[in-house]
């Protein structure tokens, strides 16, 4: 599956949908961006259970201020709706893949949990 690219009007009904979405922050003047694309598309390639979309900071600043992005590329991952990850910064292949399995590996009624815990 190839990447989606996501905006303002369709990020909050794609990273709300049930399984895992993972999230590219980036913008075209960004060398490590560049360089992270091959990687996150590959891994695209050999997940199509998994949504990857991106999000282009510059077309889309509104949602870069939402999420606060102070450095690109930012990566997000969504599970069942909920934020489980994000961190500025390119990641190379293996550790792309670990952070794929560690969301994979979530006891999500615990996540929820927390994250109730959290807002009460």
């Known amino acids: 599956m190839a990447t989606v690219d ?4 369709t990020f909050d009904e794609t990273v709300s ?3 895992i979405v993972l999230v590219d922050f980036w913008a075209e003047w ?5 360089a992270f694309a091959p990687i ?4 695209s390639e050999d997940k199509p259970e ?7 900071t510059e077309a889309n600043q509104e949602l870069s201020n939402r999420y606060q992005i102070t450095a690109i590329p930012t990566l ?3 599970r069942d709706g909920i934020m489980v990850f994000s961190q500025p ?3 190379p ?6 952070l794929v399995s560690a969301v994979e590996g979530l006891d999500m009624d615990d996540v929820r949990k927390q994250v109730a815990a959290q807002q009460s």
Request: net charge neutral; glycine share 12%; with cysteine.
């Open 17 to 19: 949908q049930d399984g």
């Open 89 to 91: 910064g390119a990641l």
């Open 76 to 78: 997000m991952a969504f």
């Open 40 to 43: 996150y598309g590959a891994l």
């Open 6 to 9: 996501l905006t303002t009007a």
């Open 93 to 98: 292949a293996p550790a792309l893949q670990q």
């Open 30 to 34: 960004c060398g490590p961006c560049k």
């Open 50 to 56: 998994i949504t990857f979309a991106k999000v282009d």
